[in-house]
């Protein structure tokens, strides 16, 4: 088993090519940085839980919370544990009198959880080794992505969300079965 790296959220982006948002990971103690292709509704997620907005009623991720506080369980960590064609799996850690429990989850919901649960983030180091980006100028330079490929997407922008409708496909609403496709096999 490959060590693991403990990662903090950098930043959600847009992915041009995918036309897809985009949560970028970076290495704590380290220079890498891990962009994984998420969903429009779990970036919502992952968005709401970094701005601490709470819902008038719980969604998903506050709902899961919500459970696991009810049920005693704590999020131990939630791991980045594989990649197989393009599709990164993550596992999450919870503990729940002494014993641990290892749940199957898409790395965004994961996220998202591990965000309202303010548990760590890691991931093996094979796969930062094969998926991660080097950093290629100073810290927090967003430059390494490439400026063609990557952005920041801001929804509160009117015009900006006017052109991402424009140009939205039937695919980018029903994706396909092929992992290809999306980053998370979504």
Request: proline fraction near 8%; hydrophobic fraction near 40%; avoid cysteine.
């Given at each position: ?32 940085y891990l962009p994984i292709l998420i969903g429009y ?42 990649i197989e064609n393009h599709t990164f799996y993550a ?96």
């Amino acid at each position: 088993m490959t060590p693991l790296r403990r990662m903090r959220i950098f930043s959600l982006m847009y992915d041009l090519s995918a036309r897809s948002p985009v949560v970028v990971l970076k290495e704590e103690d380290g220079d890498r940085y891990l962009p994984i292709l998420i969903g429009y509704f779990e970036a919502t997620a992952i968005e709401m839980g970094l701005k601490k907005k709470k819902p008038t009623r719980p969604l998903t991720h506050d709902l899961i919370s919500n459970f696991l506080h009810e049920m005693h369980l704590t999020v131990n960590q939630i791991q980045i544990a594989k990649i197989e064609n393009h599709t990164f799996y993550a596992n999450i850690i919870l503990y729940g009198d002494g014993e641990p429990y290892e749940i199957d989850a898409r790395p965004s919901d994961a996220i998202a959880i591990a965000i309202r649960e303010e548990a760590p983030i890691v991931v093996h180091e094979d796969i930062l080794a094969d998926a991660g980006v080097e950093a290629a100028g100073p810290p927090g330079d967003t430059a390494a992505f490439g400026e063609e490929l990557y952005r920041p997407f801001d929804k509160e922008d009117p015009e900006e969300f006017k052109q991402f409708i424009a140009g939205l496909r039937p695919e980018d609403l029903f994706p396909t079965d092929d992992p290809d496709a999306a980053g998370e096999g979504q």
